[in-house]
């Protein structure tokens, strides 16, 4: 079964969960058994929602208050999530690192910080190619445990991974709850919140870690918390990628009278699937969750304008948020003109800027990398670039984990490309680690007070 169907005549017409079908639909994967797809698919749309529609609405608003200045989103988690890694301790970990990168941007910068996991449904990746070599073998590339695995012997497309798929998104997010209805996110129990670093690695960030551990002691005693020190609501996001089984996560509220992907609060589309009246811009343009679009220096001003008018031609506060991935050095040639396009068009687009898919690199070994240095000159461009136009860089999405690993090479460990090798685990491609996610909020905090 190839979900990747050919291109058929296609009239403007009203919108369905299943207007995209006739459309060309990118990064499908090919399926042998159309009847074992079906029956999955059909199980999936009798289940209950992983999210309802209310906290859906309610990120929204956070999403436009975002983009008037008044908060800063922050997006981080895996690459692509695993299956084996639903497991209380990483999911705990994962939303540590979140919280804690909060609290220094929040500290640091003076704003109330949306958490939005790529967490809870990540479980799928768009690829470059059909195929891969692995250990001189030619094998279907790996495309996230929503579709294979990465066993050598996992490859071929199993329609079962996709109620897999929904039963671990369910755990985590379960997990997930439970940890912030009690208490983990909540700054009057700064027990949760150890920043510590050794004192030979925080280096100059000492007087802020100080300063940081002194507020949260202090806000034990306060009988209230500013707005900007609140936290302890969690979203989820995921790339919508596989569009059978969002379609089958899709439900019409009565109540608000509009459908939703009720799968993830957050949906966004990725550069290799964003063409213009093809499917995935199709099947998003009619749901109401709030949506993100990756944007590179591919896209024109023009093609910017035509994707707004399609998916937001109400132009609706926190409806869309263009995540550009330019790579170091490559902004000054496309994001103004970009900027000017929205500002003209007058949509209340929320900027976030993922400064990890354009800086990747082929370590010697052959390991996937992405450097510390490239990371934050791409953030520090682009945050120089929006004040330049007026404009303001409000969210910032990251590849990123709470365990040790060793992936990405600088930040305060110095790690180089001899020590990939000690803990590399990502199955796709390379994430910030504990500590260089924690340097990356010092930094961004910096970012917000220049602004």
């Given at each position: 079964m190839n979900l990747e169907t050919p291109m058929t005549p296609h009239a403007k017409q009203p919108w369905t969960p299943d207007s995209w079908r006739g459309l060309p639909a990118a990064q499908q994967p090919v399926y042998r058994d159309a009847a074992a797809v079906e029956a999955v698919l059909a199980e999936l749309r009798e289940l209950p929602p992983l999210v309802v529609a209310e906290e859906v609405d309610f990120l929204q608003q956070q999403l436009a208050e975002a983009a008037e200045g008044k908060r800063f989103?922050?997006?981080?988690?895996?690459?692509?999530?695993?299956?084996?890694?639903?497991?209380?301790?990483?999911?705990?970990?994962?939303?540590?690192?979140?919280?804690?990168?909060?609290?220094?941007?929040?500290?640091?910068?003076?704003?109330?910080?949306?958490?939005?996991?790529?967490?809870?449904?990540?479980?799928?990746?768009?690829?470059?190619?059909?195929?891969?070599?692995?250990?001189?073998?030619?094998?279907?590339?790996?495309?996230?445990?929503?579709?294979?695995?990465?066993?050598?012997?996992?490859?071929?497309?199993?329609?079962?991974?996709?109620?897999?798929?929904?039963?671990?998104?369910?755990?985590?997010?379960?997990?997930?709850?439970?940890?912030?209805?009690?208490?983990?996110?909540?700054?009057?129990?700064?027990?949760?919140?150890?920043?510590?670093?050794?004192?030979?690695?925080?280096?100059?960030?000492?007087?802020?870690?100080?300063?940081?551990?002194?507020?949260?002691?202090?806000?034990?005693?306060?009988?209230?918390?500013?707005?900007?020190?609140?936290?302890?609501?969690?979203?989820?996001?995921?790339?919508?990628?596989?569009?059978?089984?969002?379609?089958?996560?899709?439900?019409?509220?009565?109540?608000?009278?509009?459908?939703?992907?009720?799968?993830?609060?957050?949906?966004?589309?990725?550069?290799?699937?964003?063409?213009?009246?093809?499917?995935?811009?199709?099947?998003?343009?009619?749901?109401?969750?709030?949506?993100?679009?990756?944007?590179?220096?591919?896209?024109?001003?023009?093609?910017?304008?035509?994707?707004?008018?399609?998916?937001?031609?109400?132009?609706?506060p926190g409806r869309l948020t263009l995540i550009t991935r330019f790579g170091a050095g490559r902004a000054e040639a496309a994001l103004p003109g970009l900027i000017a396009c929205a500002r003209e068009e007058g949509h209340p687009v929320l900027w976030s800027c993922d400064p990890m898919h354009g800086n990747g690199r082929q370590a010697a070994g052959g390991l996937k990398t992405r450097a510390f240095g490239d990371i934050l000159q791409e953030l520090q461009e682009v945050a120089s670039l929006h004040r330049a136009c007026g404009s303001r860089m409000g969210a910032v999405h990251f590849e990123l984990t709470g365990e040790p690993v060793t992936e990405c090479t600088g930040g305060m460990e110095n790690l180089d490309e001899a020590g990939l090798q000690r803990a590399y685990r990502s199955g796709c491609d390379p994430r910030l680690n504990r500590s260089q996610s924690l340097e990356m909020a010092f930094l961004i905090a910096q970012m917000i007070r220049e602004a």
């Open positions: 989103l922050l997006q981080g988690g895996d690459c692509a999530e695993a299956f084996a890694d639903c497991r209380g301790a990483i999911i705990q970990d994962k939303l540590r690192v979140l919280l804690q990168m909060s609290v220094l941007i929040t500290h640091g910068g003076r704003t109330g910080v949306v958490h939005l996991g790529r967490i809870a449904g990540q479980y799928a990746k768009p690829r470059s190619g059909l195929t891969e070599r692995v250990n001189g073998e030619e094998v279907p590339v790996y495309r996230g445990d929503l579709i294979n695995g990465l066993g050598l012997d996992q490859r071929e497309a199993d329609p079962r991974r996709l109620m897999e798929a929904y039963h671990r998104a369910a755990a985590t997010l379960n997990h997930l709850r439970a940890l912030v209805d009690g208490g983990f996110a909540d700054l009057q129990h700064p027990e949760h919140w150890d920043l510590s670093w050794s004192r030979e690695d925080a280096g100059h960030y000492l007087e802020t870690l100080d300063q940081v551990r002194n507020s949260l002691a202090f806000v034990q005693r306060l009988g209230g918390l500013p707005e900007h020190l609140r936290t302890g609501e969690l979203f989820t996001s995921h790339e919508a990628l596989h569009l059978p089984f969002e379609t089958a996560l899709t439900r019409f509220v009565p109540e608000k009278g509009r459908h939703y992907n009720l799968g993830a609060h957050f949906l966004w589309i990725g550069e290799r699937t964003r063409q213009l009246d093809h499917a995935h811009l199709e099947y998003v343009r009619g749901i109401a969750n709030p949506i993100g679009l990756k944007v590179s220096a591919v896209m024109t001003p023009d093609t910017l304008r035509q994707v707004l008018a399609r998916l937001d031609p109400e132009r609706r």
